[in-house]
């Protein structure tokens, strides 16, 4: 119906679309964010997802604008109604279906992700040029129209991004997330019906009021049974149970078992993070041969390794005084140390932390012993020796920004691979500049490089960009089973060559603590690599500027031919 026919502005109505443009404008944007980070944790690589679907949603909004300029102006106000609602909807069941898609046609998901990505930014785009005509139909002034729509429409954009970043993503899954956002559309459909009915100019109220009560029923159910259906989703993609799981600020956690064959897996974002079976080798690799090159390493620097099974193998070295462990998510932590069988496999690594969550500052007071343990349910060897321990929740490469006063004879790089820009950085040369300030003249650094087979440019760029920055890299790698063949560099600043270092350890007689899987014989087989194996036409130091590490791993690595 139309409104022009009006001798004066419905009273409040301008309140009214106030306080629908800043919802929408809320909402909208928070919607946007929860596609985008969903199709990050399906398919990795988050500025891509978030550029991509974000520029969907865009030409959506445009497409829109343009549908609306050919529509007349009969019933607008049901048709805002209706956008609504169906906002509501394709909202807040988006990532259950998204999710479904992925694991009952994995295949063809990305139909389906793209199906509510375009729907919801073609229904975003309906928005503000509904709420104009009718702002125009009651001959509001252009001041006030502008007011209205645009500003309280920003305003509402950047109150949902404060809202989405500091409570929603801290706090809810994203399908929980989706039908909090959604009530939101709701609550404007609903407030602009009984405005409108209380007024008498609205046609039809049955029926509209059936409509809500039938959405209204729809998003209570997948309000109230999203968790539910999530878990049941989720199971598909892993062969073994679900024992824990929860979405953390930064990443999403799963923990399977076997009871068959007592196997733990650790799953971050659905990736393999470790298997019980077979971590000993990984973490193995990982340590002894650093210790072995860096014998008189007394103070430890860990990045990542929030699991704590690095921590437990280097808590076999009496040598070692203090380690201090960076990893940037406190819920990693928190479940690597009450978990039960998560702290059987680490031996209780964290058993004596004193762990600062999210420091203002590195010197930030109020660090607490044992924060997270709360029940001694894990088997450990209490009368093993185990170092200083403080734990900084923060990204690595802040806490070096942060400038630490110490300096470390020895670090442990345990992080992800680079599969994202976040990561990406971790692998830099800006970043191994950085942390170079902070090395002793004789320290000596092991990382986690990616597989030297299945990742190779990546794996190789990650040996150049630290040569770049000035160490030695002494490439090594074993295979692991969970993984494949895995790769590893050795990393120090001091003038040893690296086939001076290469020969050391290989004439290595024992390890100077007790090793679960690693020998000397292994080690020194580990620095032989095949012909071309170290060779790549496609070469590339990673920076700040240009991450070319990232577009290796993410364009070039795990290609079935």
Same mark, same amino acid.
């Given at each position: 119906?139309?409104?022009?026919?009006?001798?004066?502005?419905?009273?409040?109505?301008?309140?009214?679309?106030?306080?629908?443009? $800043?919802?929408?404008?809320?909402?909208?944007?928070?919607?946007?964010?929860?596609?985008?980070? /969903?199709?990050?944790?399906?398919?990795?690589?988050?500025?891509?997802?978030?550029?991509?679907?974000?520029?969907?949603?865009?030409?959506?909004?445009?497409?829109?604008?343009?549908?609306?300029?050919?529509?007349?102006?009969?019933?607008? !106000?049901?048709?805002?109604?209706?956008?609504?609602?169906?906002?509501?909807?394709?909202?807040?069941?988006?990532?259950? =279906?998204?999710?479904?898609?992925?694991?009952?046609? @994995?295949?063809?998901?990305?139909?389906?992700?793209? $199906?509510?990505?375009?729907?919801?930014?073609?229904?975003?785009?309906?928005?503000?040029?509904?709420?104009?005509?009718?702002?125009?139909?009651?001959?509001?002034?252009?001041?006030?129209?502008?007011?209205?729509?645009?500003?309280?429409?920003?305003?509402?954009?950047?109150?949902?991004?404060?809202?989405?970043?500091?409570?929603?993503?801290?706090?809810?899954?994203?399908?929980?997330?989706?039908?909090?956002?959604?009530?939101?559309? $709701? /609550?404007?459909?609903?407030?602009?019906?009984?405005?409108?009915?209380?007024?008498?100019?609205?046609?039809?109220?049955?029926?509209?009021?059936?409509?809500?009560?039938?959405?209204?029923?729809?998003?209570?159910?997948?309000?109230?049974?999203?968790?539910?259906?999530?878990?049941?989703? @989720?199971?598909?993609?892993?062969?073994?149970?679900?024992?824990?799981?929860?979405?953390?600020?930064?990443?999403?956690?799963?923990?399977?078992?076997?009871?068959?064959?007592?196997?733990?897996?650790?799953? /971050?974002?659905?990736?393999?993070?470790? +298997?019980?079976?077979?971590?000993?080798?990984?973490?193995?690799?990982?340590?002894?041969?650093?210790?072995? =090159? *860096?014998?008189?390493?007394?103070?430890?620097?860990? !990045?990542?390794?929030?699991?704590?099974?690095?921590?437990?193998?280097?808590?076999?070295?009496?040598?070692?005084?203090?380690?201090?462990?960076?990893? !940037?998510?406190?819920?990693?932590?928190?479940?690597?140390?009450?978990?039960?069988?998560?702290?059987?496999?680490?031996?209780?690594?964290?058993?004596?932390?004193?762990?600062?969550?999210?420091?203002?500052?590195?010197?930030?007071?109020?660090?607490?012993?044992?924060?997270?343990?709360?029940?001694?349910?894990?088997?450990?060897?209490?009368? @093993?020796?185990?170092?200083?321990?403080?734990?900084?929740?923060?990204?690595?490469?802040?806490?070096?920004?942060?400038?630490?006063?110490?300096?470390?004879? *020895?670090?442990? /790089?345990?992080?992800?691979?680079? +599969?994202?820009?976040?990561?990406?950085?971790?692998?830099?040369?800006?970043?191994?500049?950085?942390?170079?300030?902070?090395?002793?003249?004789? *320290?000596?650094?092991?990382?986690?490089?990616?597989?030297?087979?299945?990742?190779?440019?990546?794996?190789?760029?990650?040996? =150049?960009?630290?040569?770049? =920055?000035?160490?030695?890299?002494?490439?090594?790698?074993?295979?692991?089973?969970?993984?494949?063949?895995?790769?590893?560099?050795?990393?120090?600043?001091?003038?040893?060559?690296?086939?001076?270092?290469?020969?050391?350890?290989?004439?290595?007689?024992?390890?100077?603590?007790?090793?679960?899987?690693?020998?000397?014989?292994?080690?020194?087989?580990?620095?032989?690599?095949?012909?071309?194996?170290?060779?790549?036409?496609?070469?590339?130091?990673?920076?700040?500027?240009?991450?070319?590490?990232?577009?290796?791993?993410?364009?070039?690595?795990?290609?079935?031919?």
């Amino acid at each position: 119906m139309r409104f022009c026919n009006m001798d004066h502005t419905p009273r409040y109505l301008p309140i009214l679309l106030a306080f629908c443009m $800043f919802t929408t404008g809320a909402s909208g944007l928070v919607n946007e964010y929860v596609l985008a980070t /969903i199709t990050t944790y399906i398919l990795g690589n988050s500025i891509e997802q978030f550029s991509i679907v974000i520029a969907c949603m865009m030409l959506m909004m445009g497409v829109s604008g343009f549908v609306q300029s050919k529509m007349s102006d009969q019933n607008l !106000l049901q048709k805002f109604i209706a956008v609504e609602v169906l906002m509501a909807l394709l909202g807040g069941f988006a990532p259950l =279906a998204i999710y479904s898609a992925y694991g009952y046609l @994995e295949n063809h998901f990305q139909f389906v992700h793209y $199906f509510f990505v375009l729907s919801v930014g073609f229904l975003i785009g309906f928005e503000i040029p509904l709420v104009m005509r009718i702002i125009e139909q009651n001959k509001i002034n252009l001041r006030v129209n502008l007011t209205l729509v645009y500003g309280m429409d920003y305003v509402g954009a950047f109150i949902g991004a404060l809202i989405w970043v500091n409570y929603l993503l801290k706090n809810f899954p994203l399908t929980e997330i989706s039908f909090i956002v959604a009530g939101f559309n $709701f /609550i404007v459909a609903i407030l602009t019906i009984i405005y409108f009915m209380t007024r008498k100019i609205i046609s039809r109220p049955l029926i509209h009021c059936v409509a809500l009560l039938v959405t209204a029923v729809a998003l209570i159910w997948g309000f109230v049974s999203n968790r539910d259906i999530s878990n049941l989703l @989720e199971q598909r993609f892993y062969d073994d149970p679900i024992v824990y799981k929860e979405t953390t600020r930064y990443q999403h956690l799963v923990i399977t078992h076997s009871n068959i064959t007592d196997d733990t897996r650790l799953y /971050i974002n659905g990736n393999t993070q470790f +298997s019980s079976l077979d971590e000993e080798r990984y973490h193995d690799f990982l340590v002894h041969p650093l210790m072995a =090159a *860096a014998p008189d390493a007394k103070n430890i620097l860990v !990045l990542g390794g929030g699991d704590g099974l690095a921590l437990r193998e280097l808590n076999k070295y009496p040598s070692i005084e203090s380690v201090t462990l960076v990893d !940037l998510d406190p819920e990693m932590v928190k479940v690597a140390s009450t978990h039960p069988r998560l702290r059987e496999i680490n031996n209780d690594a964290f058993r004596n932390a004193k762990v600062i969550i999210e420091p203002a500052s590195l010197d930030e007071p109020g660090s607490h012993s044992g924060l997270f343990l709360y029940e001694d349910t894990a088997t450990v060897d209490d009368s @093993e020796y185990v170092a200083s321990l403080v734990v900084y929740n923060i990204d690595a490469d802040q806490f070096l920004r942060q400038k630490p006063k110490q300096q470390w004879d *020895a670090v442990v /790089i345990d992080l992800p691979d680079p +599969s994202s820009i976040e990561l990406s950085k971790l692998y830099s040369k800006q970043f191994y500049q950085m942390l170079r300030l902070y090395l002793t003249d004789d *320290a000596v650094i092991s990382m986690q490089s990616t597989s030297p087979y299945h990742a190779k440019e990546a794996y190789l760029s990650i040996g =150049a960009t630290m040569r770049a =920055a000035g160490f030695n890299a002494l490439p090594y790698r074993q295979n692991i089973p969970s993984f494949g063949d895995w790769g590893y560099y050795l990393a120090w600043v001091d003038n040893k060559t690296e086939a001076e270092v290469k020969a050391t350890l290989s004439r290595l007689e024992n390890f100077e603590v007790e090793t679960s899987f690693i020998t000397p014989e292994l080690l020194a087989a580990s620095f032989s690599f095949g012909k071309g194996e170290l060779h790549t036409d496609t070469l590339c130091v990673n920076t700040l500027m240009q991450p070319c590490l990232l577009t290796h791993y993410v364009d070039r690595s795990w290609i079935v031919e």
